[in-house]
């Protein structure tokens, strides 16, 4: 069991950037892959970065390849998305997700145990 709580969130102009924060509770972290998603009005929610137990390695959707960064300090217990060139099609509500059974190699939703609250990113041109 994890609780997951995003926050960085908020309005950008396109080019600019953002960090998002997700804090997360317990003890065993470390035990679980973390992913981002994100969903827009009327869409499906889309995958976005995730990011192995230790922070070896990473996956990235290609919308967002080059110019996202997801990074995790595990000492902290908290995961990270550094979001740059922010494009007007970012515009969603960001969610955390963990998995404790899963990898970082899986892009779908259901694959994830637990979820934040979700926070808004919107980028205006």
């Known amino acids: 069991q994890v609780q997951l709580v995003e926050s960085g969130g908020g309005m950008v102009q396109a080019g600019g950037s953002l960090r998002l924060s997700c804090a997360a509770s317990?003890?065993?972290?470390?035990?679980?892959?973390m992913a981002w998603f994100r969903q827009a009005p009327g869409k499906e929610r889309e995958f976005v970065a995730a990011?192995?137990?230790?922070?070896?390695?990473?996956n990235y959707a290609d919308s967002v390849k080059g110019r996202f960064t997801i990074s995790r300090d595990n000492a902290k217990n908290t995961v990270y998305l550094q979001m740059n060139s922010l494009k007007p099609e970012d515009t969603a509500v960001y969610y955390c997700?963990?998995?404790?059974?899963?990898?970082?190699?899986?892009?779908?939703?259901?694959?994830?145990?637990?979820w934040g609250q979700g926070t808004q990113v919107t980028v205006s041109s």
């Open positions: 317990g003890r065993t972290f470390s035990a679980y892959a």
């Open positions: 997700a963990a998995t404790a059974g899963g990898s970082y190699q899986h892009t779908q939703a259901p694959r994830y145990d637990y």
């Open positions: 990011v192995s137990r230790s922070g070896g390695s990473t």
